[in-house]
């Protein structure tokens, strides 16, 4: 070694070792994946399983029921806060920026400082024959969305909108920008979906909606799939984390680079017997491949 290089070596790693470390996203799990358990056993199983934080689902059906929004969303992150747990992001089924739980939702999430929120989807078409107008379901669409923001910005909480494989309005990502480009980038982004973005774009397109998402990435979910042929047809089959199509040791590098620090969402949408075993086996899998990205 260079004499030169060689003395300039142990202030490197001082100035190396007194570095901040960046920071790192928060993983949660999708509380969808753990509908039975109530507030409390929720937090104490999150917090044993090793996970950092929950996407709480606001939702018909979910965790907090959007008609109870109000009373429960406080009870519920209070006792996910008791175990040591964040609540960086809700799930919600919103769509309609005027509904009364639109405004009931976030203006609550807002006083709990949660940073994020899932927004509901909107279809493509709904007709039977699949026709669409799709310059008319995007100005709708966009609409909604500018309603959103103006909520977003009233409560300081930011939306995100996630893109769906399939009829679902935003699956390519180019559509997600073009609506909400000239929206306030504080209060309306992405939540990407390496998954779906993969299913929609194959081997590479995925990586460039990405970079799209990366403008202005709020959240991102973590799940897997391949393609399967049933009863005829190519379906999406979900699966173990790191069992799929999905190129995760590509995605989570692609999102160190980047110091992206929001929540990674952990879903398990796959079939099982022991959902709560599969939830802890995929964070498992989750957590070796971000301190590899992050490392």
């Given at each position: 070694?260079?004499?030169?290089?060689?003395?300039?070596?142990?202030?490197?790693?001082?100035?190396?070792?007194?570095?901040?470390?960046?920071?790192?996203?928060?993983?949660?799990?999708?509380?969808?994946?753990?509908?039975?358990?109530?507030?409390?056993?929720?937090?104490?199983?999150?917090?044993?399983?090793?996970?950092?934080?929950?996407?709480?689902?606001?939702?018909?059906?979910?965790?907090?029921?959007?008609?109870?929004?109000?009373?429960?969303?406080?009870?519920?992150?209070?006792?996910?806060?008791?175990?040591?747990?964040?609540?960086?992001?809700?799930?919600?089924?919103?769509?309609?920026?005027?509904?009364?739980?639109?405004?009931?939702?976030?203006?609550?999430?807002?006083?709990?400082?949660?940073?994020?929120?899932?927004?509901?989807?909107?279809?493509?078409?709904?007709?039977?024959?699949?026709?669409?107008?799709?310059?008319?379901?995007?100005?709708?669409?966009?609409?909604?969305?500018?309603?959103?923001?103006?909520?977003?910005?009233?409560?300081?909480?930011?939306?995100?909108?996630?893109?769906?494989?399939?009829?679902?309005?935003?699956?390519?990502?180019?559509?997600?920008?073009?609506?909400?480009?000239?929206?306030?980038a504080n209060f309306m982004g992405f939540y990407f979906d390496p998954a779906h973005a993969t299913a929609e774009g194959g081997a590479w397109t995925w990586a460039a909606?990405?970079?799209?998402?990366?403008?202005?990435?709020?959240?991102?979910?973590?799940?897997?799939?391949?393609?399967?042929?049933?009863?005829?047809?190519?379906?999406?089959?979900?699966?173990?984390?790191?069992?799929?199509?999905?190129?995760?040791?590509?995605?989570?590098?692609?999102?160190?680079?980047?110091?992206?620090?929001?929540?990674?969402?952990?879903?398990?949408?796959?079939?099982?017997?022991?959902?709560?075993?599969?939830?802890?086996d995929d964070f498992a899998t989750l957590k070796k491949l971000v301190d590899s990205a992050w490392a």
């Amino acid at each position: 070694m260079h004499r030169r290089a060689f003395l300039a070596t142990p202030a490197l790693l001082a100035a190396q070792q007194s570095a901040p470390a960046a920071a790192r996203p928060t993983l949660c799990l999708f509380s969808k994946h753990a509908a039975k358990l109530n507030y409390t056993d929720l937090g104490k199983y999150c917090r044993q399983v090793g996970l950092g934080g929950v996407d709480l689902t606001v939702r018909p059906g979910g965790h907090v029921l959007p008609q109870k929004v109000t009373d429960d969303l406080p009870v519920a992150v209070a006792a996910l806060q008791a175990a040591g747990l964040k609540v960086p992001m809700i799930t919600t089924g919103l769509t309609n920026p005027k509904a009364p739980e639109a405004a009931a939702t976030l203006r609550k999430a807002g006083e709990l400082k949660i940073p994020f929120f899932k927004l509901g989807y909107w279809r493509y078409s709904t007709a039977a024959d699949g026709a669409v107008d799709l310059d008319r379901k995007l100005a709708e669409v966009q609409a909604a969305l500018a309603g959103f923001a103006a909520l977003s910005r009233l409560y300081n909480i930011t939306a995100g909108m996630h893109n769906h494989s399939g009829n679902y309005v935003g699956a390519p990502v180019w559509d997600t920008w073009q609506l909400i480009q000239y929206l306030d980038a504080n209060f309306m982004g992405f939540y990407f979906d390496p998954a779906h973005a993969t299913a929609e774009g194959g081997a590479w397109t995925w990586a460039a909606s990405l970079e799209l998402a990366l403008r202005r990435l709020k959240m991102v979910a973590i799940k897997d799939f391949y393609w399967e042929k049933r009863e005829g047809k190519w379906r999406m089959r979900w699966c173990p984390l790191g069992q799929g199509m999905v190129d995760w040791p590509a995605v989570l590098k692609r999102l160190a680079l980047a110091k992206f620090s929001g929540p990674l969402t952990l879903h398990v949408e796959y079939e099982s017997p022991d959902e709560l075993k599969s939830n802890a086996d995929d964070f498992a899998t989750l957590k070796k491949l971000v301190d590899s990205a992050w490392a």
